[in-house]
């Protein structure tokens, strides 16, 4: 079932759809006026949660529903929901500047079980927001409006499991380690690397502190360890590493001593942890590490001091630019070289296919192909310039301004499927490529292949002849394609496809006119 919202004879309305006419219907108005927008839909096992607004203060309401009349009303008290834990919603609520301001609350989708989780602020003032879920737990942050006392609120949905983290203002880049998580916090006084158990009290324990206000960043996961770079005003940039504990958590090297910047980009190949170094008499090379200071070592030092970008890793092979090179890596000084010059050093559209790199010279240049030899690095084919690049399944797509091409990553094995251009965007539901594309019998309306010529055709001509539908924001949605459209009956609504073999608007019932015309 899809729950969405739209205006039929003037009125907004919540509806509901199965992906055919006849299981489209008007749910509720939800009587909350004309000035009121509505967005967020969250999807939890049985009900839907969403969010109304007045236009003209923004007051906001948290809004649910099941799907029927009488299972959807306004959950007073909450003005905002952050993430599901499990079926039970975690939001912020409250009466700012009367009681206890906004605060943390909680909900099971009914009247009753929609309320307060914890005073956290113990002031009027109180705000919640910024919302984290991370380990079955819900991560916020919650202050006084304007005090720069912020307080970090860890909750699993129940009063008793609400608790404020004394210190931490905020969270990024999670890692996982299974067995616990791994996250930094910036500020100036608690810039760091913190740990929580996957399991067992909500605990949050600093393991490693920055104190340059800048917050650790870049993390990967290899050989049960978080890898990134973090700085300090000793050290700079250098890469670090950690098992989630304290004596675990470590420099792996001071690669540029004093106060050089050391190291940036990571990526991970067959176990062994790539990075971006600076060494200060090099300059910036390609470095690998086993997580020891004897074997974090420069793969090669290469001719250009310039930065590197765009670490790609195929199969065996480490691709990456260092202007004006492009350079590969097996992962040893006699596999690291400079592939290939160019002019225009700055690549596009880099992917990975099978062993090989594709990417384009300059944004909306010609595709080209690398399998890290000079000699098999070279331009794919002539197809013009390149707009982007897709991997479907076993099959790489590419298009230019007007053309569709798909290949198995060889020229002969390199197929033109059609004339496009994409006018709407496109996207990828059950292994077929979706897209708008704008013919002079048609107009521009979804067209669809699957990688072979005879199956790349029109979906469906919605608006017939050669008028266009401009179908626009592709979303698959459990097996079925959604998309916005115009059709001579209906206007611009919501359509699905596949439908049965049925060329309609799910939402062609706010409309008298003929649909029998239009299957």
Not at 158 to 172: E, L, N, P, W
Request: glycine share 12%; with cysteine.
């Amino acid at each position: 079932m899809l729950i969405f919202t739209a205006t039929p004879q003037s009125r907004r309305c919540l509806m509901r759809t199965d992906g055919s006419q006849a299981g489209t219907s008007v749910i509720s108005d939800l009587g909350l006026g004309y000035y009121v927008t509505y967005s967020g839909f969250t999807a939890s096992t049985n009900h839907v949660y969403f969010t109304g607004t007045y236009v003209l203060n923004h007051d906001s309401w948290v809004i649910v529903t099941d799907g029927t009349a009488d299972g959807t009303f306004v959950l007073t008290g909450m003005s905002d929901f952050g993430a599901l834990l499990g079926d039970v919603m975690v939001g912020t609520g409250g009466d700012y500047g009367i009681s206890m301001g906004y605060e943390p609350w909680i909900t099971d989708a009914t009247v009753p079980g929609t309320q307060l989780l914890k005073d956290i602020c113990k002031s009027p003032e109180g705000v919640g927001g910024y919302f984290c879920p991370a380990a079955q737990a819900m991560f916020c942050k919650a202050g006084p409006i304007g005090s720069g006392s912020a307080k970090s609120i860890r909750t699993r949905g129940t009063k008793a499991t609400t608790d404020r983290i004394s210190g931490i203002a905020s969270f990024y880049d999670f890692a996982d380690l299974g067995s616990r998580i791994l996250f930094s916090s910036i500020g100036y006084l608690d810039s760091g690397l913190y740990r929580l158990e996957a399991e067992g009290p909500a605990v949050v324990q600093l393991i490693k502190k920055f104190d340059s206000g800048i917050k650790p960043r870049g993390f990967i996961t290899s050989n049960n360890h978080a890898w990134f770079t973090a700085f300090d005003w000793t050290h700079r940039y250098e890469l670090w590493r950690s098992d989630g504990t304290e004596n675990g958590t470590q420099m792996v090297k001071d690669i540029n001593p004093g106060y050089g910047w050391g190291a940036d980009l990571i990526a991970q190949m067959n176990g062994t942890v790539y990075f971006s170094g600076n060494d200060g008499v090099n300059g910036v090379d390609l470095w690998k590490s086993d997580g020891t200071e004897d074997g974090t070592q420069i793969v090669k030092d290469l001719p250009s001091s310039s930065g590197i970008r765009n670490l790609v890793v195929a199969e065996n092979k480490i691709f990456f630019e260092q202007s004006p090179n492009l350079c590969v890596s097996d992962g040893t000084a006699e596999g690291t070289s400079i592939i290939k010059t160019y002019a225009d050093s700055s690549f596009h559209y880099m992917r990975a296919f099978k062993d090989l790199l594709f990417f384009a010279e300059e944004k909306s240049g010609p595709l080209y192909y690398s399998d890290g030899t000079p000699s098999g690095t070279q331009a794919f084919g002539n197809f013009g310039s390149i707009a982007g690049l897709a991997v479907l399944d076993d099959k790489l797509l590419f298009c230019g301004v007007n053309d569709l091409f798909v290949t198995d990553g060889t020229v002969s094995g390199t197929r033109f499927l059609k004339n496009v251009s994409f006018t709407g965007g496109a996207a990828v539901a059950n292994g077929i490529f979706y897209f708008a594309y704008n013919d002079t019998e048609h107009g521009d309306e979804v067209w669809q292949t699957d990688g072979t010529p005879e199956g790349t055709h029109l979906a469906f001509d919605i608006y017939p002849g050669p008028t266009s539908s401009s179908p626009s924001n592709l979303a698959p949605c459990q097996g079925k394609l959604y998309f916005n459209a115009e059709d001579p009956f209906c206007g611009r609504e919501i359509f699905v496809y596949p439908m049965e073999g049925l060329r309609e608007s799910v939402t062609s019932y706010f409309d008298q006119g003929d649909t029998a015309a239009r299957k």
